[in-house]
C-alpha cells in the first residue's frame, strides 16, 4: 500500500463488482435510447473505463472538463469549464460519469449546463458519494458506494493531482494535505 495511504476503502476487485452493478442497471435503463457517457476529467477516466467495458447497449462517451477544488481539499463552490463536450447533446440520453460527489456544486452546474444543450435526459452515475457534505441537491440515478467525510484518493481521485493512479481508493493521511499548507 502507498505509505500516504491511511486506509483502504474500496479494493480494485470491490471496485469492479460495483462497477458491474451499476453497469447491469444501465444495461435494463437505457435499452432503444442515445445513451452517452460523459466523464468529468480527470477524476472519473478509471471508473467510466471500467463502467464502458460492461456497458452492452450501444453508446458514445465523451468528457467534458471542469475544475473546482483548485488543489485543495475543499470545495470552493466555484465551477469553471475547462472543457466542453465534443459532439452534439440535442436528443442524447445524457449519463454523466462521475467520481465522488461531496458538495453536489460541480454535478448541480453541469446538469444545468447539459439541459440546457436540449438533450432529451441528464442522469448521474458516481462511483463515490459523501451524502453529509451536499450543499446543493442533485438527483443521482446510480451510487457505487456511500462514505463518511473523509478525504480519498485512488482510482482517478487526486490530492493536487497525484494519487490518482493507484488502483484502490483509500483515505490521504492528514498529515500529507497538513504539511503542503
Ligand atoms: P463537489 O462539487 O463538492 O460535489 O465536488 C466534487 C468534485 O470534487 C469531485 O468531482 C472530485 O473531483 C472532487 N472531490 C470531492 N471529494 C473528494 C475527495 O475525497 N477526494 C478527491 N477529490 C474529491
Ligand atoms: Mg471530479
Known sequence: MNKDIKQIILTSEEITRITMDIAGKINKDYIGKNLVLVGLL???ICFMAELMKYIEVPCKIDFLAVSSYEDGTVSTGRVNVLKDMSM?????????????????????????????????SVEIATLLDKPSKRQKQVSVKYIGKEIEDLFVVGFGLDYAQYYRNLPYIGVLKESVYSEQK
Open 42 to 44: 480527470k477524476g472519473s
Open 88 to 120: 452534439p447533446a440535442e436528443n442524447m440520453d445524457i449519463l454523466i460519469v462521475e467520481d465522488i460527489i461531496d458538495s453536489g456544486n460541480t454535478l448541480s452546474f453541469i446538469v444545468d449546463l447539459l439541459k440546457a444543450k436540449k438533450c432529451s
